[in-house]
């Protein structure tokens, strides 16, 4: 399995390593998400905007998290969040996922370990390459020139 | 970092109509984020705003249900639209969170 991703421009001029997922609000329309692949990130964090456009009830209350900048406030959802294959069939991801609730908190959905752990994740600047791999798939390291841009 | 969070339960989606919708929807999504790209300058300038991009338009606002709104009226059969917000400074980021501190 492969799900690629691409290295995206964001707002501050950096190219970031960014896969992106399909989401479906409570009322069946559907609309597009990046999600930053952040090696670092423990769990899977929804964005405040992506939290609002998905229009769905948190489960319980308010539940920190914490980073770099400190603690922030997050609510938790039980959503979907679909990536596409190689092939072009789907891979859902169904569970319950951390949101900020404050659109200062992340600008952009993070995506943690508890679905990249479940893939070998190249996140390869360089080589342009921003992908997940999984069963069938595998990666293997040469020595050799780089590659040329 | 608390140990008993559920699973994330993976599957395979191999209903073809399924298929071919999310397919042109990405394919949207990309051609939006190009014309982001391409206009990036004017994008990234609105910033602690909300932003919306479909059918190769921006939309901009201080809320984002209106926001999407506009977007979704003007571009009804985009699947490809997506949000952001436009942060108030430029900074370096570190994303990674480490975790929820405990329950409130």
């Known amino acids: 399995m492969r799900i690629e991703g691409s290295w995206k421009l964001c707002d501050d001029g950096v190219l970031r390593p960014v896969i992106l997922a399909e989401m479906t609000p409570g009322d069946g329309s559907r609309f597009e998400a990046p999600f930053l692949v952040d090696t670092g990130a423990d769990r899977t964090v929804l964005s405040a905007d992506v939290l609002r456009a998905l229009n769905v009830q948190p489960i319980g209350g308010i539940c920190p998290i914490a980073g770099v900048g400190g603690q922030a406030a997050s609510v938790v959802v039980d959503t979907a969040i679909e990536m596409r294959r190689e092939d072009r069939t789907l891979v859902s991801f169904k569970g319950r996922f951390l949101a900020a609730t404050d659109p200062t908190t992340l600008d952009m959905s993070v995506l943690g370990r508890e679905i990249t752990n479940l893939f070998a994740v190249i996140v390869d600047r360089p080589g ?16 050799g020139p780089p590659p040329s841009s | 970092m608390t140990d008993d969070w559920p699973p994330v339960v993976m599957g395979i989606v191999t209903d073809p109509v399924e298929i071919a919708r999310s397919a042109a929807a990405l394919a949207q999504c990309e051609r939006n984020w190009d014309w982001l790209e391409a206009h990036a300058s004017d994008v990234y300038s609105h910033r602690g705003k909300y932003i919306c991009i479909a059918g190769q338009q921006l939309f901009v606002g201080d809320v984002l249900e209106d926001v999407l709104a506009r977007a979704k009226a003007a571009h ?22 480490r975790g929820i501190v405990e329950a409130m």
């Open chain 1, 128 to 143: 342009d390459v921003v992908c997940l791999l999984g069963g069938g798939h595998r990666y293997q390291i040469v020595q």
């Open chain 2, 76 to 97: 009804p059969d985009d699947r490809g639209l997506f949000t952001r917000y436009i942060p108030k400074e430029r900074m370096p980021r570190i994303y990674a969170n």
